[in-house]
């Protein structure tokens, strides 16, 4: 296709190209420049009656189906409505991408409407967080967003993309679309050396226990979680309630963990659901080992 397009077309476009065609939103002055670019493409916007619920259904879609969810509200208070529900995204580590409208980059700073700091107010609670900063680039800052969203330690992400960016027009260009290959996630694998280095202290251990984060507990990953406790022989669980250890579902699982002698955390933060692996709630001479994408883990 040739002649001139909208910064929204870019965007609608590109959420179609990476086949993330459902879009869950709540319609507003910034970003109505998308649902009409999403006319000429195969999006299809669940309409919600508050922008917390868009994120929230893209939340579970993104648990539910393993592929990134994605939530478009408009700028200002509607971005503020939606911040909150971040939070339940980020603990559970679901792939989503929140695509706020904003204030026009031209009105910046002399009181545009509904103008605020949104990157700064999403930043807290998403793995990454920015606004676009030309209409060139859109294509590229969506596929940005789904790639880090979906990598590593999967997680919501934040794109607060101008008003004016949108409506402006360039002409289309092969230079304006990502590969394919730019949406996809980020392999990151165990090395062998340490692969072996665990299951030798697994087989070394009298009660070895592995205990799983959010990300292996949502439905596309949740067997991956019991083959693997299959082939070490070794109980896996997955944890995922803020109730941690005092969840009732998992039944006599407090007095497991104070008495396992190796404890495996396979993407799961040494956190207070585990009570920070403490004494008396954890064995005194318990080993921790910790496989986890995020290095600050």
Do not use: Y
């Amino acid at each position: 296709m040739t002649g001139e397009i909208r910064g929204a077309d870019i965007v609608a476009r590109a959420l179609d190209r990476a086949g993330l065609r459902t879009v869950f939103t709540l319609s507003g002055n910034h970003i109505m420049p998308i649902f009409d670019a999403a006319l000429e493409t195969e999006l299809k916007l669940v309409h919600v009656r508050h922008e917390a619920a868009a994120v929230h259904m893209a939340d579970a879609w993104g648990r539910l189906t393993g592929r990134c969810g994605v939530a478009l509200v408009t700028g200002g208070a509607g971005h503020a409505n939606a911040v909150a529900a971040l939070c339940t995204a980020q603990a559970a580590d679901s792939p989503l991408v929140l695509l706020s409208g904003h204030a026009g980059l031209s009105e910046l700073g002399r009181g545009g409407f509904q103008e605020m700091r949104q990157a700064d107010m999403a930043e807290p609670l998403a793995k990454a967080s920015w606004t676009a900063n030309s209409v060139e680039t859109l294509g590229f800052d969506i596929a940005r967003a789904v790639c880090i969203a979906t990598s590593g330690r999967a997680g919501p992400v934040h794109l607060s993309l101008p008003v004016d960016l949108l409506e402006g027009t360039i002409e289309d260009a092969p230079e304006l679309w990502p590969d394919t290959l730019a949406f996809a996630p980020v392999v990151q694998s165990l090395g062998d050396r340490e692969a072996d280095a665990v299951v030798t202290a697994i087989a070394g251990a009298k009660r070895p226990l592995i205990l799983a984060g959010p990300m292996l507990c949502h439905p596309p990953t949740k067997p991956l979680l019991t083959r693997l406790a299959d082939a070490l022989g070794v109980p896996a669980l997955g944890m995922e309630s803020p109730r941690g250890i005092n969840d009732p579902s998992l039944g006599a699982f407090a007095e497991v963990l104070k008495h396992s002698d190796l404890i495996v955390l396979l993407g799961k933060p040494h956190d207070f659901t585990i009570r920070f692996g403490d004494a008396p709630h954890v064995g005194p001479t318990a080993e921790f080992v910790v496989i986890d994408p995020d290095p600050g883990i």
